[in-house]
């Protein structure tokens, strides 16, 4: 085996985050996008305003606890998820806004 190869194969090994995806839920007119996601521990979500109002995307779900804060109309703030588990991640300005999160092996 060429030296390159096991190089590659070592790094692959050490980093599983390398085949971690991003996947983007927007926030337009006060609601996720979508309702539901299921995702793979280490990947991203990004979490788009598309509003002209502010968002405050946080959960208090115990496997995944987070706040990104207060989030201005047309930016985008991401989220890594490193634990497996379920979860439901709200809005603090619009209590009608639920995105349920699963996040599975
Ligand atoms: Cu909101």
Redesign the pocket.
Known sequence: MSHGISATLALFLVCPTLWAKDHVIT?KG?QFSRSKIVIHPGDTIVFKNDDDTP??VFTTSEVMKFNLGVQKAGTELRHVFSKAGEGEIR?A??PK?KLNVRVSK
């Open positions: 926030q006060r968002h405050n809005c300005i619009h806004m």
